[in-house]
């Protein structure tokens, strides 16, 4: 049986389980027959004459009046006419081991444990991709409470967790979690195929598509398809030309929240990415990778046509253009085409000294 049709199979259990959970058939109580009797013919309270005890057997599966119920702790449950006891609906009903003294519960899916239910019914939301909670702003919706709470600060502006390291405020504590990380170099989630690290799990499942070849987001326009959402929404842009992040010094704006915090520090000089190798700072930690790679001798970016390699894409686009041909660099003065902008800025040069 391929993954897929377990992981069907075992939702389909899972669901049919989790519906049935502490709603099992109980049996039927011998004194049922009393309820829906005449209320003169009500049992008396043996202590007080005046009193009738209204029948409201536990086990009976006619509805009693409902009553507050004791805070959390679940008891057996017991009918009051007849003594019979019924199993409790706290366990479930596949016992799968016990930790701290605690029923421990498994996820059918993924067999990952859990020590209670509610925690439970979340994480498999992962599986059913059920997002009951809808932010009101913008219709977008969640799998979990805290996610929405913190996607609603991207609305209202508030920022209340804050990077000790460099001041740097975020809308979530996971988000400031993550962003630690790129100070500490701490990368706990790791790849099983090819090794690489990154420092969130989303990261790591966005990259695992790589492999598998899984592009599961596609855009609407022009039907090209990608391996993450974030990835998708900002190809959108492309289309429609948004770019709804803007800076509050200069007025210009970026598609990605990303690309106005990185543009901030060339306004505010900060530099808050440290080479540990030469102390050299950076205002972004993509540059100070970049950089990094100068000290380890690392070459990711390999020209197809030559197999020349390069420690940064920028500098592999640019050589591409020695090998089609591509000059889109023209001198304003006298219209000559150059394929590097550096060479053009060196030509003009020539026009001010003549």
């Not at 504590?173 to 706990?188: D, F, M, Y």
């Not at 990303?258 to 030469?278: A, M, N």
């Amino acid at each position: 049986m391929s993954v897929r049709s377990r992981t069907g199979a075992a939702l389909d259990s899972y669901t049919s389980w989790w519906r049935t959970w502490g709603r099992e058939t109980q049996p039927q109580c011998s004194q049922r027959s009393l309820v829906g009797l005449p209320e003169a013919d009500y049992p008396k309270d043996s202590e007080n004459e005046s009193v009738r005890i209204i029948p409201s057997c536990t086990l009976s599966s006619s509805p009693a009046p409902k009553q507050a119920l004791p805070a959390r702790r679940i008891m057996p449950l017991e009918s009051s006419l007849c003594g019979e006891v019924a199993a409790s609906s706290a366990a479930p009903r596949v016992p799968r081991g016990k930790r701290g003294g605690q029923q421990a519960l498994h996820c059918a899916v993924c067999e990952k444990e859990f020590r209670f239910k509610s925690v439970l019914q979340v994480h498999f939301r992962v599986h059913t991709g059920e997002k009951p909670f809808e932010c009101t702003f913008c219709g977008k919706k969640f799998s979990h409470s805290g996610n929405l709470k913190s996607h609603v600060r991207t609305h209202t502006g508030e920022k209340p967790f804050e990077s000790t390291v460099c001041q740097e405020k975020f809308t979530g504590s996971g988000i400031l979690r993550q962003h630690l990380r790129t100070h500490t170099g701490e990368k706990p989630f790791e790849c099983t195929v090819c090794k690489k690290s990154f420092t969130a799990s989303w990261s790591l499942r966005d990259h695992l598509r790589t492999h598998t070849g899984d592009k599961p987001f596609e855009c609407a326009v022009c039907t090209k398809k990608f391996t993450a959402g974030g990835v998708l929404r900002k190809h959108l842009r492309t289309h429609t030309g948004e770019k709804p992040f803007e800076c509050a010094v200069c007025k210009k704006r970026f598609t990605e929240g990303g690309d106005l915090r990185k543009h901030l520090r060339t306004h505010t000089g900060e530099k808050p990415f440290e080479c540990t190798e030469c102390q050299r700072s950076f205002t972004s930690s993509g540059n100070l990778r970049t950089h990094l790679r100068t000290h380890t001798g690392e070459k990711p970016f390999e020209c197809t046509v030559c197999k020349k390699s390069f420690n940064r894409s920028g500098a592999l686009r640019t050589h591409l253009l020695t090998h089609t041909g591509h000059k889109p660099f023209k001198c304003t003065v006298c219209k000559k085409n150059f394929a590097l902008s550096g060479n053009l800025k060196k030509h003009l040069r020539t026009h001010v000294i003549g």
